[in-house]
């Protein structure tokens, strides 16, 4: 059974702090959301009875949800969280799944969700009782389809479980029922195995701790697979389209011969210092092998974030030249009839540097929003084929004599969809549950956060933060377009320092660590993720 803090179990008060604002312009901002912008952050205290309890505890209540973007173990307990919270307020209230993402709440596609129905579905990963999707509902049809189907289903509130798209999304939803007398609140659930949807307020986004403890035991496995045969190096990449959060996480775990990160990899140009190339990436990986090869030691684990690419400045540089040329084409460009002259000059070199497989890659259809599609991108068959190569070039010239076998790994799906880790089943719990308090509250245009998060769960702090308050405001298609700001692997925080400190020591030696499978029971299921540790450590030193 999910634990909570016992706050959740029975009467409280909502206490509201201080006004908020928003990350950057905070003027526009204020024009695109007049209703919701400047609202307090929240915080669920005991109820000390010096007021009366409000007129909204207990009453029945109708309230939608959906899950929106791709799966995160976990996700069920959101569901069930909230479902229970509403039942036992009040009996009568009604939980409606939208089915198929927030397409089901255009299209009105939905269930009801009964305690029957949802019982066999708690504690369980994946998406699969109400399935997802990524629609996003922004256009003036969307939006009035949207809140019509509201109204006719009777809702108080919608949830929305997602990251920091969807979430930005439900900050409109909220913004456009309320111009619009609308009844329907709306409050988002952080989502993301990326674990790039995290701020002051939101300490984790569900689903990473369980992928990234999936990942380490995969990687760990082959670890030991590398020391066991001694004939082979493990190169692996692991999903994370703009962070590297999981791959620091995973590196710190199990202690790999040598890891990258995209943020350090972009920053290497600023502050006067040289600019890391791809060429450079694929010496580092070519000395390590040389240098492993002269102890004899012919194997080893190399970590690779889903992003790399898109962070290298001069990838990035080419990935860039080449979305201005395949936007005017609208469509994927065949490598074979490219005419790479009409790269710059250092793009062009590059660009003729690679291999045909990658270059086919890279220039498939872009996404939705015209970035490239970093996941069937496969950096680590690019870079291990481009260590073979100058591998062969060092062994013609008599300066490498050993034998480099590798074994590409990409490591994904696989974390997305497990039985989710006893944190996550507790935190998704607590935030469904939260959820429900705001809403039974008439609060709108919230974000659930639980705070204290490396403490049991009856320790943790509850409440809601103001959407509004993590966004930046771009320029997207000449219109001002707000945007949650994605959290990136800070280089001065603890997790990376940490890191840094020890890297060197792995890369020569076999010190890998096996942190083992996901533990349900026993000493060890309350374990938590060595970032969520760390950067608490970090903020108790700081005060």
Not at 246 to 255: D, K, P, R, S
Not at 376 to 388: F, K, N, P, S, Y
Request: glycine share 10%.
């Amino acid at each position: 059974s999910p634990q909570m803090p016992e706050i959740l179990h029975g009467l409280f008060s909502i206490q509201p702090g201080g006004t908020t604002s928003c990350l950057t312009d905070p003027e526009t901002c204020k024009q695109l959301f007049p209703n919701t912008f400047g609202q307090p952050k929240l915080t669920l205290v005991p109820n000390s009875g010096t007021s009366p309890i409000s007129p909204l505890v207990g009453r029945a209540f109708r309230v939608g949800v959906v899950f929106s973007g791709g799966p995160a173990s976990g996700g069920h307990n959101v569901l069930t969280g909230l479902l229970d919270f509403m039942k036992r307020r009040n009996q009568e209230s009604e939980l409606i799944g939208f089915l198929g993402g927030p397409s089901g709440i255009v299209n009105k596609k939905y269930k009801l969700i009964t305690l029957e129905d949802i019982e066999h579905y708690r504690n369980l990963g994946g998406f699969h009782f109400l399935s997802s999707g990524r629609t996003k509902i922004e256009t003036d049809e969307q939006l009035r389809s949207s809140m019509q189907n509201c109204i006719d289903l009777n809702l108080d509130g919608l949830v929305v479980i997602g990251g920091d798209d969807s979430n930005t999304n439900a900050a409109i939803l909220a913004e456009y029922f309320l111009t619009n007398n609308c009844k329907t609140k709306v409050i988002g659930c952080p989502k993301t195995i990326d674990g790039d949807l995290r701020n002051e307020d939101i300490e984790a986004s569900f689903g990473f701790d369980t992928a990234t403890k999936e990942f380490s035991g995969l990687v760990a496995n082959l670890c030991f697979d590398a020391i066991s045969a001694l004939k082979a190096y493990h190169f692996c990449r692991l999903m994370g389209r703009d962070a590297s959060h999981i791959t620091l996480e995973v590196a710190l775990q199990t202690h790999p011969n040598l890891t990258f990160i995209s943020e350090e990899v972009e920053s290497s140009g600023s502050g006067g210092g040289k600019a890391i190339t791809l060429l450079d990436i694929v010496q580092q990986i070519v000395d390590l092998i040389v240098e492993r090869s002269k102890i004899g030691k012919e194997y080893g684990v190399i970590l690779i974030p889903e992003g790399l690419v898109g962070f290298v400045p001069d990838m990035k540089q080419l990935i860039s030249e080449l979305n201005e040329i395949m936007a005017q084409n609208d469509e994927s460009i065949d490598p074979a009839k490219f005419d790479s002259s009409l790269l710059t000059p250092g793009a062009k070199t590059l660009y003729d540097s690679l291999p045909e497989f990658f270059l086919r890659q890279m220039m498939a259809e872009r996404d939705p929003h015209g970035n490239v599609q970093v996941a069937v991108i496969e950096t680590e068959r690019l870079l291990g084929h481009m260590v073979r190569v100058q591998l062969e070039q060092l062994h013609a010239q008599k300066l490498y004599n050993g034998k480099f076998n590798w074994v590409p790994h990409y490591f994904g799906y696989e974390g997305r969809c497990s039985f989710p880790s006893k944190f996550d089943c507790d935190y998704c719990y607590t935030l469904g549950a939260t959820a429900g308090a705001l809403l039974e509250s008439n609060y709108t245009g919230y974000i659930a956060t639980v705070q204290n998060l490396v403490a049991l769960s009856h320790d943790w702090k509850v409440g809601g933060t103001p959407v509004t308050s993590m966004m930046n405001i771009e320029r997207r298609k000449g219109k001002n377009k707000p945007v949650i700001k994605k959290k990136l692997v800070d280089l001065e925080d603890s997790p990376f320092l940490t890191f840094k400190k020890y890297r060197e020591s792995w890369m020569l030696t076999d010190d890998y660590r096996v942190p083992g499978p996901i533990q349900h029971a026993g000493d060890t299921n309350e374990d938590r993720n060595l970032t969520l540790v760390l950067e608490d450590m970090a903020r108790k030193a700081a005060k």
